[in-house]
């Protein structure tokens, strides 16, 4: 009886120490989710972004990527308990007013300090000393928006794996109704076409447009935006307020207005 009575106690000690370890994976799963930021402090007191700009934080491959409103910053990370690591930090190059390229600095050196992490749902909160950085899922805070009945404003032209700025101060916009129908505005006429919405895919018909003779920027723009339209079967990609739009006869990229 008495060994009896020893061997259960030492099978409920092991049994109890080993609950006390946490078990693995406990790490949040960031994967494919994007942040955007909600608020900052420092040292319990509002620390201002600069006007306009975001923190967003894109966690993918094993890889994190960062913009605070001017140049983008990519490297590994993993987390470590409750501490995120980002080793490899590295930054474009693109030339930023002196406030936005501070910034940078700042958020590059939040990063790579070592910060604290904690995800609840939605949110995620990075704490690097007396700072704290609040996020929520991009999903939430800056949802899709719908590809029907969106005012769409051409502000891109793609060609393979370039992207340049629409020409001078034209317009074009698209606007899918839910008729079936997308009225086109071209940057010099305007006309409609129908439409059928897939899996990720919209095919467009023949688009129908008025005459005007346009040979400045507008008309540069008008023969662009009706190029990727004529191609037919386009792919669609939507994130919050972007749409691009891509086949055979290239690309556009629009933002909801």
Do not use: K
């Not at 790490?27 to 006007?51: I, N, Y």
């Not at 990519?74 to 406030?99: Q, R």
């Not at 300090?113 to 990075?126: K, N, Q």
């Not at 629409?166 to 010099?188: E, I, M, N, W, Y």
Request: hydrophobic fraction near 35%.
């Amino acid at each position: 009886m008495r060994t009896a009575l020893l061997l259960t106690i030492t099978v409920l000690l092991l049994s109890s120490c080993g609950d006390v370890t946490s078990p693995a994976g406990d790490a949040p799963d960031l994967a494919g989710r994007t942040f955007l930021s909600t608020g900052v402090t420092d040292d319990g007191a509002p620390h201002d972004l600069v006007e306009g700009s975001r923190i967003r934080l894109t966690f993918e491959d094993g890889r994190l990527s960062a913009q605070a409103g001017c140049n983008t910053m990519s490297g590994g990370y993993e987390i470590d308990g409750d501490v995120l690591v980002v080793e490899g930090l590295a930054t474009t190059e693109m030339g930023c007013p002196d406030d936005l390229a501070e910034q940078d600095t700042w958020l590059s050196g939040v990063l790579t300090g070592r910060p604290s992490i904690a995800v609840d749902g939605e949110d995620l909160t990075l704490t690097s000393g007396t700072t704290v950085v609040t996020l929520t899922d991009r999903v939430v805070a800056d949802p899709d928006r719908p590809l029907v009945g969106t005012v769409w404003r051409v502000d891109s032209l793609i060609s393979g794996d370039a992207v340049s700025s629409t020409p001078g101060d034209a317009q074009a916009s698209l606007v899918f109704g839910d008729d079936g129908t997308v009225q086109v505005r071209g940057g010099c006429n305007t006309g409609s076409a129908s439409y059928t919405a897939g899996e990720g895919t919209v095919t467009i018909g023949p688009v129908r447009m008025t005459r005007i003779a346009c040979d400045d920027e507008r008309g540069q723009l008008e023969a662009a935006v009706l190029r990727v339209l004529d191609a037919g079967e386009l792919q669609v990609r939507i994130e919050a307020g972007r749409l691009t739009l891509s086949g055979d006869g290239g690309g556009l990229g629009l933002q909801a207005d």
